[in-house]
């Protein structure tokens, strides 16, 4: 019975995708491929009212999510991954862009390298005089609300590709895509220290989800400390 039942979910998958299914039907199909036999839906349905939502679930601890019923290691393995293998799809495809000429071709690029992160972590983008694409690097990981920026690691990281500018971004998991008078300090710092050794500080860009603020293009206070 629940094998007919999976032909048909799947069938249906194929011919229609995933826009029409609820999210326990779409959870309900995920799980098919960790949990070979039996019936998953009772487990979805856990699942959602345990965490609250798809985004939550995939977003939960492996040691949470085994306190479900039903969800076993090798299940919760299975879970965190998901965000994780989108973010290697996200950043990889976002490769294609080798030349940013601008702030926003910048940001596109740099925001994949976020997705289904949850600590802060802080990356430089350094590019040549032609705006192309030199090295992609996480340089700096902190706490939920906190980060650990080595000012040193930025500035050799830089100079050992022979940038000539560079845009640091880091992320708010757990907050707005706003930067804090902290964010203001060390941009100041840093773009003092690549200034030493010309190499140009173009934006540091804070992201939050889907959303991000260009310290650059924020206002006339933002823009001082980057030395523009």
Do not use: W
């Amino acid at each position: 019975m629940h094998e007919g039942h999976r032909d048909r979910v799947r069938k249906r998958f194929r011919e229609e995708g995933l826009d029409h299914f609820s999210d326990v039907q779409a959870l309900e199909l995920l799980l098919f491929y960790v949990i070979p036999r039996g019936d998953t839906n009772p487990i979805a349905h856990e699942l959602l009212s345990h965490f609250g939502s798809i985004s939550q679930v995939l977003e939960a601890s492996v040691e949470d999510l085994c306190k479900v019923p039903g969800v076993g290691e090798k299940t919760a393995l299975f879970l965190t991954m998901i965000p994780q293998m989108g973010r290697f799809y996200l950043v990889d495809r976002s490769r294609n862009a080798t030349v940013l000429p601008t702030l926003e071709n910048c940001a596109a690029y740099l925001m994949p390298h976020f997705f289904g992160r949850k600590l802060e972590t802080v990356f430089l983008l350094c590019l040549d005089a032609k705006c192309k694409v030199l090295c992609c690097k996480e340089v700096g990981q902190g706490g939920t609300n906190s980060t650990g920026i080595s000012i040193r690691k930025i500035v050799e990281t830089a100079i050992g590709v022979n940038a000539s500018t560079v845009v640091l971004a880091h992320n708010h998991p757990s907050g707005l895509a706003v930067p804090s008078p902290e964010d203001i300090q060390t941009t100041r710092r840093i773009a003092q220290a690549l200034q030493a050794v010309d190499i140009v500080l173009a934006d540091h860009i804070v992201i939050a989800d889907d959303d991000y603020v260009s310290i650059a293009m924020s206002d006339e206070r933002f823009r001082e400390c980057l030395l523009l």
